[in-house]
Structure formats: structure tokens, C-alpha cells
């Protein structure tokens, strides 16, 4: 019996559960454009079972936060009857253990109101597919999505719709068909063209609604270059982590990433970066700052609430700074500066300690250097934003360089002067290179081929 549910899959435009892409952004613009139903991308069970609810005053959203800090999931009130949440193993993981498949969706079904929905790839034989599908369905789902495609198939492998259509014939529930895009859907009259090629319920789309969301629009697809801005005004609107945002737009412009845009997006090292790169330099500025006054707002109401250190904070040296990324060569940063200086003085390396805020989850740093502490009265995003500025404002208290750009730093790695009575013609030690010789930042590289510098000396 299945359960008592709203949410119809009969004749819906579904967007795929897809890893980077299906986040909050992605989600509202596909919905925005016509989709009935939005799938967040594909997430690992034991990941979630570590994270904590949190209602996010400042964003008007429900997160869900892993243990060092990582939103895993982000979800609003607009969302809230149309989203699906996608969990389990990656890819077709469970395809071998069908017991296990089935113990799992039973369980589910009896112990949540909520539908509960299955998406399989095809087996090698069409009659180890239905007597899969049978089993399956006979759990109590709401619907079964088949990706018409073995396991060990890829995107240019031709998409079975015969084996959809068959699995389609045979059971009762709703039936979704996926696996079309490219190859059957590049435009929204091949959605229902795919559907009725697999007989099935509904359709849903993943790279061709990555490539272009606008794919649901009946109306058909809407130009790029305002399909890209809409994405980036959720992604800033929303606090979309500007990693997942790059990426994103990386998969909408495809071959248009060696334009001057293109470039300009590559070279993006923060949200105000995307956001200039497309214009939207003035949205981002009145964005932050309507954020900024919500968040005000609330810790004016809930000052019990603030989080500030612990301790006592009247010895700490304080600033109003912020680290500001592009303000700084790439190989340098405020934190790597402070250590190299530690060191050139035979000093202990520095100490952070950084609290979060509940309220609106920013942070703040204190370092100590010396016994003195230095700290920024300016809360960050992240425990690394944080600690660099809590650098920046020890490096200025002492008149040190922090590898601003332009900034004549090498005065800070230069040999101490030799003592008076030292021989001048006696054994000298080899001067010490500069950060940029000495630091450069190791660099780590991402599925999609883009390398990246590792953050956070």
C-alpha cells in the first residue's frame, strides 16, 4: 500500500538528482522555468545522519550542517512541496543487492508519510530488469525512476528506451523515464517526445536542464547569458558556497569557457568575482548588504545569542579588517606571512582559536603571538576567512608586511644584519627566499580538470 502522499508523479517535468548541480540555486531556477519537480543532487546517507537541522535566520532557510561546518543540504519554504531528496549509495551501488534494495524502501515506506521514490539503471537482461522492478514495487513506492542505461554505461551509450517501456507496460506505479538528454531532449517538445518513445508517466532531465534549465519552458529555451544571471542572483541570495556556483556555470557555457567570459569566470576566486564577471558587480554589493542588515537585525533582538569569546577579551588588540582574496598575490596570504615571521624571530607559531556565532554561523579568530592576542571585530563566513584576518590585524599592529599586492615585502625575509664583531669575510648563511619561493601554494585537481590552490596556511 502506498502511502498517503500529495505529491503526484503522473505527467511531471523532473529535474535528475545530479552531484554539484542539483543545490538550492539550481533547484529554484529549474523550477522558475517550468520543472514540477526537483531532485537535490545525490547525497550519502551517513553523511546526513552527522548533520544538525539548522534554521537559517539570516537566509530564511533550513540547513544541514556536517560536524566541521559543511552545509550538506539547504532547502526554503519555496521548494518545500516540489523538492526530493535523493540518498544512498553513488551511482547504481545497490543494483547487485536487491534484498537490500528491498529491506531498505520497505523500511522507508513504513516509516515515513512521505513518498518514497527508487531510481534504478537497467540490468543486463531485460527479465533481471522486471523481476527487479516487481520486487521493488512491491514495497509500497510511489513511483520508480529507470535511467535506461547499464551500470557501466556512459552518457554516448544509446539510451534503451525499448527496456523503459517495457518496465513501463509491466507495472502499475508511475514509471519515470530518464537517460534523454543529448541524444533524444534538446528542446522542450522532446520531453514529451522521450515519454511517449517509453511509454512511462513522467519524464526526467539532468544534463540537458544542467546544460540549459530553461529546457522545461514550454515557450522554449531562454538565451544563456539571462538564464546564468538568474542562477547567480539565487546562488548570492542564498550563500551558495562560490565553488559549487563556478562549477555550474562551467557545465551552462561548455564551449563558450574560452570567451573573455568564459576566462573571467575561470579565474573567479569568490562570489564578488562570478558577480562582476557577468555584470551583476551592483547586485552583489546590495545583496550582501541587505544580508548584512538582516543579520544586524537579529543580533540586535537576540543579543544573549551573539556568541562572542568566552574569554576575557580586554589584553586583545583588536581591528576592523577583513581578508579581501584579491587584495593578495596568489601565493601569499596574511597567515603565511605571520608564520614566516614567527619563525624569523624564534617565536612560536602562531595560535587560533576561532568560535562560531549560532545565530547567523559566522566566525571569528583570535591569534596568539607572544602572549599578545590580536582579533577583527568583523565576523567572517569561514573558520580560514577568520583566521586570516585575525592575521592581518597582528601583522599591521607590528608595521609587517601581509602580502598585500604592491606591498614591498621582501624587507621582511631579509638576512639580519650582521653583528658588530662578526667577521665580514667569515662563513655566511644562504639569504632565505622569498614566500613566493619558499610557499608555493600546492595545487589540487577537481574531477571536472580545474586546478585549484589549496587554501589555508
Excluded at 238 to 245: F, S, V
Amino acid at each position: 500500500m502506498v502511502n498517503s502522499v500529495s505529491l503526484c508523479f503522473h505527467n511531471k517535468l523532473i529535474l535528475a538528482p545530479m552531484v554539484w548541480v542539483g543545490t538550492l540555486p539550481m533547484r529554484l531556477l529549474a523550477l522558475d522555468h517550468g520543472a514540477d519537480i526537483v531532485q537535490c543532487e545525490e547525497l550519502i546517507d551517513l553523511k546526513m545522519l552527522q548533520c544538525k537541522r539548522v534554521v537559517n535566520e539570516v537566509l530564511r532557510t533550513v540547513d544541514f550542517v556536517a560536524p566541521d561546518d559543511r552545509v550538506v543540504f539547504r532547502t526554503c519554504e519555496r521548494e518545500q512541496s516540489r523538492v526530493v531528496f535523493q540518498m544512498g549509495g553513488m551511482g547504481a551501488a545497490l543494483l547487485s543487492d536487491p534484498d537490500k534494495i528491498e529491506k531498505i524502501l520497505s523500511t522507508l515506506v513504513k516509516g515515513t508519510r512521505k513518498p518514497v521514490t527508487c531510481k534504478i539503471r537497467i540490468l543486463p537482461s531485460l527479465e533481471d530488469t522486471l523481476n527487479l522492478v516487481k520486487r521493488i514495487e512491491r514495497t509500497g513506492i510511489a513511483a520508480i525512476t529507470v535511467h535506461g542505461r547499464k551500470r557501466e554505461e556512459r552518457p554516448q551509450h544509446p539510451v534503451s528506451c525499448e527496456v523503459i517501456k517495457a518496465i513501463a507496460e509491466t507495472l502499475s506505479i508511475p514509471v519515470i523515464a530518464n537517460g534523454g538528454s543529448h541524444e533524444h531532449i534538446q528542446q522542450h517538445l522532446d520531453i514529451e517526445k522521450f515519454r511517449q518513445a517509453t511509454a512511462a508517466s513522467s519524464v526526467m532531465v539532468a544534463r540537458a536542464a544542467m546544460w540549459n534549465p530553461s529546457i522545461f519552458l514550454k515557450e522554449g529555451l531562454r538565451p544563456l547569458e539571462e538564464v546564468m544571471q538568474k542562477y547567480i542572483r539565487y546562488a548570492v541570495q542564498y550563500d551558495n558556497h562560490y565553488t559549487n556556483t563556478k562549477y555550474c556555470l562551467c557545465q551552462m557555457l561548455r564551449e563558450q569557457l574560452e570567451s573573455p567570459q568564459g576566462r573571467l569566470l575561470h579565474a573567479a576566486q569568490s562570489s564578488q568575482e562570478i558577480c562582476d564577471a557577468f555584470g551583476l558587480s551592483a547586485f552583489y554589493e546590495e545583496t550582501t548588504q541587505e544580508l548584512d542588515a538582516r543579520r544586524a537585525e537579529l543580533l540586535a533582538k537576540t543579543p544573549e545569542e551573539v556568541g562572542e569569546p568566552a574569554e576575557d577579551t580586554s589584553g586583545v588588540i583588536k581591528m576592523a579588517v577583513k581578508f579581501d582574496r584579491r587584495a593578495y598575490t596568489p601565493q601569499i596570504t596574511p597567515k603565511m606571512c605571520l608564520l614566516e615571521w614567527c619563525r624569523r624571530e624564534k617565536l612560536a607559531q602562531p595560535v587560533y582559536e576561532t568560535v562560531q556565532r549560532p545565530l547567523d554561523r559566522l566566525f571569528c579568530s583570535i591569534v596568539t603571538v607572544a602572549e599578545q592576542k590580536y582579533q577583527s571585530t568583523l565576523w567572517d563566513k569561514s573558520k580560514k576567512l577568520a583566521e586570516q584576518t585575525a592575521a592581518i590585524v597582528c601583522l599591521r599592529s607590528q608595521g609587517l608586511p601581509e602580502g598585500r599586492l604592491g606591498e614591498e615585502s621582501s624587507a621582511l625575509y631579509k638576512r639580519k644584519r650582521e653583528a658588530p664583531d662578526q667577521d665580514p669575510g667569515g662563513p655566511r648563511t644562504q639569504e632565505p627566499a622569498l614566500p613566493g619561493e619558499l610557499c608555493k601554494k600546492p595545487f589540487v585537481t577537481l574531477e571536472s580538470g580545474e586546478k585549484r590552490t589549496l587554501e589555508g596556511w
